[in-house]
């Protein structure tokens, strides 16, 4: 029961960012994201949460993307962002290792590639991946 409440209040928190991210473009003076970014950070956003529920932080870029990003302490992180014309990058940082891959779209996010990473940082990290 607590694991529910738990995943539903940092969902709801990364959707309220997804929601505010136009606003805050608008404010930083980027490029303001397109309604195909913010449909499929949203969509991913929701996969996500069904692989590991953690606090994941939503937050626009200067170019015009959205960025899903989940840090685990210095020099580790999980970062996807999501261009507006559809593309998303995942960069990977552990420590001195880091690795990248590229999508023409977001439908099969969280792939395997991406599950690596967030498992890898989960274990970095030692939080829990949902089952």
Same mark, same amino acid.
């Given at each position: #029961?607590?694991? %529910?409440?738990?995943? %539903?209040?940092?969902?709801?928190?990364?959707?309220?960012? !997804?929601?505010?991210?136009? =606003?805050?473009?608008?404010?930083?003076? $980027?490029l /303001?994201p397109?309604?195909?970014? #913010?449909?499929?950070?949203?969509q991913? =956003?929701?996969?996500?949460?069904?692989?590991?529920? /953690?606090r994941?932080?939503?937050y626009? #870029?200067?170019?015009?993307?959205? *960025?899903?990003?989940v840090?685990? @302490?210095?020099?580790?992180?999980?970062?996807? !962002? $999501?261009?507006?014309e559809?593309?998303?990058? /995942?960069?990977? %940082?552990? @420590? *001195?290792?880091?690795?990248?891959?590229?999508?023409?779209? %977001?439908?099969?996010?969280?792939?395997?590639f991406? #599950?690596?990473? =967030?498992?890898? =940082?989960?274990d970095?990290t030692?939080?829990?991946?949902?089952?």
């Amino acid at each position: #029961m607590a694991y %529910s409440l738990i995943k %539903s209040v940092d969902l709801e928190a990364a959707l309220k960012d !997804l929601q505010d991210a136009r =606003l805050e473009a608008e404010e930083e003076g $980027f490029l /303001c994201p397109s309604d195909e970014a #913010m449909k499929n950070v949203e969509q991913v =956003l929701y996969r996500l949460y069904d692989t590991w529920a /953690c606090r994941y932080e939503v937050y626009p #870029m200067p170019d015009g993307e959205i *960025a899903i990003h989940v840090r685990g @302490g210095p020099r580790k992180s999980v970062a996807l !962002l $999501f261009e507006p014309e559809g593309q998303v990058l /995942c960069l990977v %940082s552990l @420590g *001195a290792n880091w690795r990248r891959a590229r999508y023409s779209n %977001s439908a099969t996010l969280p792939d395997a590639f991406v #599950m690596e990473a =967030l498992k890898e =940082l989960r274990d970095a990290t030692g939080e829990q991946i949902a089952k």
